[in-house]
């Protein structure tokens, strides 16, 4: 399958959001969990940018990809939580998470004002949440999918880095994450591909919105 896939635009705040209307697939997640490896994975291009370090994305960035005749749509790679940078000082360190909190609710916010009759913005296509396969139920993966949940976007949980379980890790933390998440949890691997075609599945399974 054809992908054309190129960076469009970082937002730091809801200003810096793009506004044309084109649907999107956010990915969300721990800082490391392997986001921005993700995108590069399904888009077999190194267009997003990656570390063994967390806290590697700072700002909201979005991709414009095209996937064989599907219409084009954003990948758009969020800053991770739960990452606070080994700073000197507490106040650096509070004025990064705060800075995160603002553009995630920024970009989570506008749903409220550009949608219909719903609370899922016109545009959105869904949220896709990446938890570590290795870590099943971090306390943090566990809040971020409660809150999405509640959010009213679609959502879809989805673990990463795959390869670094063993089998029988496999087995156990597949069923661990299929009870934590509420159904199956699709495992995937950058590093093998292992998942990826099933991961554009079920991208292409996110509700389209009926309005443009
Ligand atoms: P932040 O930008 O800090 O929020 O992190 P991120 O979620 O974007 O993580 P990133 O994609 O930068 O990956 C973090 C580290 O995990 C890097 O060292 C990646 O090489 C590694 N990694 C990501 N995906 C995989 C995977 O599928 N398998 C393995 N073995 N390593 C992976
Ligand atoms: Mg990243």
Redesign the pocket.
């Given at each position: 399958m054809h992908i054309l896939a190129e960076f469009v635009t970082s937002a730091a705040d809801a200003s810096g959001l793009p506004r044309d209307g084109l649907p999107e697939v956010a990915l969300v997640?721990r800082?490391?969990?392997?986001?921005?490896?993700?995108i590069n994975g399904l888009v077999r291009q190194r267009i997003a940018r990656?570390?063994?370090e967390?806290?590697?994305?700072r700002l909201a960035n979005f991709y414009r990809v095209r996937r064989g005749t599907a219409p084009p749509m954003y990948l758009v790679d969020l800053?991770?939580y739960g990452?606070a940078r080994r700073a000197s000082g507490t106040e650096e360190r509070g004025a990064a998470a705060q800075a995160f909190a603002r553009l995630t609710e920024a970009y989570f916010s506008r749903g409220q004002t550009m949608g219909t009759d719903h609370r899922t913005p016109a545009k959105a296509l869904g949220v896709i949440l990446l938890v570590d396969s290795r870590h099943p139920g971090l306390d943090s993966d566990v809040d971020a999918w409660t809150w999405l949940k509640s959010s009213g976007w679609p959502c879809r949980v989805v673990g990463?880095?795959a390869?670094?379980l063993s089998r029988a890790e496999y087995v156990k933390h597949a069923r661990q994450l299929e009870s934590l998440f509420d159904g199956p949890v699709p495992l995937v691997?950058?590093?093998t591909g292992e998942g990826l075609e099933d991961l554009w599945k079920t991208i292409a399974s996110l509700p389209r919105p009926t309005a443009a």
């Open positions: 997640g800082s490391n969990v392997g986001k921005s490896t993700l990656t570390s063994a967390p806290g590697k994305t800053p991770g990452y990463t880095k390869d670094k691997s950058a590093a």
